[in-house]
């Protein structure tokens, strides 16, 4: 048996999967606090909740309605969206020029109130969702099994994040945004309806937590504490990456999945602390995180 490091490959090469799996869902949903934060100024501590919202959404589509998984992963993202503009509406809007501490308060109590409802009407053991037929199965590498299924998820997230990357940073639209959050009144003065435009940012950044949620369905199993066991990782995630830097935090998710991936090789008991410690070497060095810019 092939061996690197003496480690057998197909075990190297399986966590390593792992990690590109994991770091999928941390580059999605460092995505979104990325942008909400860096365009909105909000720490949204509701994004976990919202994440385990969209799964959930999913498996109600398929229980209730016989919509299956191609229908949940364009439904659900739009049903978290439009919650997510609803709760900007009645409550976020309202914290815009006050401290971040308020928002992070706000959205806090949020997240346990959605996953309390969640967790009271379906317990908290996990619901399971199937893997659709149509990526069912894997392909037999020389090296590894790799499931049909767990490649999608890559290949969709990394899709997804790059095409946010590229409206934001490339296109007129992506320029209104940015410049409506540094100068709001003299975008206004040009007739761009500002409000607007912070209250879909908003929404778009939770639907692609809902998003992640649909993807993470059947992997992970659909159940209310999915989003509370991610979010604080998403979160140092975020940090490391630079907070506000879109960019940075979808290389820093998928990077940071490779690294835990390769700790739990070769220093299985490290693997829940790693990125942690990542996080404070960082900080250590550059506190506005590595794609940050310091004010």
């Known amino acids: 048996m092939t061996t690197i490091f003496g480690v057998p490959t197909q075990a190297l090469f399986g966590q390593l999967l792992l990690g590109l799996i994991n770091g999928s ?10 942008i909400i934060f860096g365009l909105l100024n909000i720490i949204n501590f509701a994004h976990g909740a919202l994440y385990m919202m969209g799964a959930f959404v999913a498996w109600m589509l398929l229980t209730y309605l016989g919509l299956g998984y191609w229908w949940a992963l364009g439904l659900a993202p739009l049903v978290v969206g439009l919650f997510g503009i609803l709760l900007e509406r009645l409550l976020i809007a309202r914290l815009y020029k006050l401290d971040h501490l308020y928002g992070l308060l706000l959205t806090f109590g949020l997240a346990l109130i959605i996953q309390g409802l969640f967790r009271n009407q379906y317990g908290v053991s996990g619901l399971p969702y199937a893997i659709p037929p149509e990526l069912s199965g894997g392909q037999r590498l020389p090296f590894m099994f790799l499931p049909n299924y767990r490649a999608w998820v890559v290949v969709a997230s990394l899709t997804v994040c790059l095409a946010t990357w590229l409206v934001i940073e490339k296109t007129k639209l992506g320029a209104y945004l940015r410049a409506a959050t540094e100068n709001p009144t003299l975008v206004q003065a040009f007739g761009v309806n500002v409000p607007l435009f912070l209250t879909l940012t908003y929404g778009f950044g939770v639907a692609l937590a809902g998003f992640a949620g649909v993807l993470a369905a059947p992997i992970y ?75």
């Open 221 to 295: 199993s659909v159940n209310p504490n999915m989003g509370a066991d991610i979010i604080i990782v998403v979160f140092a995630v975020v940090v490391i990456g630079g907070m506000g830097s879109i960019l940075g935090s979808v290389i820093t998710g998928f990077a940071l999945g490779l690294v835990e991936g390769l700790t739990k090789v070769f220093y299985p008991q490290g693997s829940a602390t790693v990125i942690f410690v990542i996080m404070v070497l960082v900080l250590l060095v550059k506190p506005a995180g590595l794609f940050g810019r310091t004010a």
């Open 25 to 34: 869902f941390y580059a999605i949903l460092s995505l979104g606090l990325a």
